[in-house]
């Protein structure tokens, strides 16, 4: 929850779908936690702040990859009147690129950590939730599995 001194209150909500794995021993594995801020710009501009900690020896992919690869980071928001998107989720984070045997191309990943900004225009001046959800995909040297 975000608490400012504007009149203004957001509260993001945010589902990221799981991606629990199962692995070795049937041991369920996430390798991937969220935490999720909302920074004001300005009276009416926020920033929706999304930061994903990924284990070592695990990546996530980037938002942006070829057809035909791994399945990229899609952040979803529920439509609601209170407020507008500005522009697409930006990644903060760089990613790195490099070839993939296991899609036999060049792909974009995180390792470690990825940070992902959102610019809204806030249309409203009661408080209300944002919702929305992430779905994205995670390998390591073994195994892929969606998180969705």
Do not use: R
């Not at 594995?29 to 900690?53: C, G, M, Q, R």
């Not at 996530?60 to 791994?70: D, I, L």
């Not at 390792?111 to 992902?116: H, M, V």
């Amino acid at each position: 929850m975000f608490k400012q001194k504007h009149p203004l209150f957001l509260f993001l909500t945010w589902f990221v779908f799981s991606c629990s794995i199962l692995s070795g021993q049937a041991q369920m594995v996430n390798p991937v936690s969220w935490s999720f801020t909302v920074k004001p710009v300005n009276d009416s501009i926020y920033e929706l702040h999304f930061a994903a900690t990924i284990e070592p020896s695990w990546h996530m992919y980037s938002q942006f990859v070829p057809e035909g690869g791994p399945m990229p980071a899609v952040f979803t928001f529920t439509p609601a009147n209170n407020y507008k998107k500005i522009d697409g989720v930006k990644e903060v984070t760089k990613p790195t690129k490099e070839f993939d045997n296991m899609f036999n191309m060049d792909v974009s990943f995180f390792a470690l950590d990825a940070k992902f900004v959102q610019k809204i225009k806030v249309l409203s001046k009661e408080s209300f939730k944002i919702t929305g959800g992430i779905e994205y995909q995670v390998c390591d040297d073994h195994e892929c599995a969606p998180c969705n």
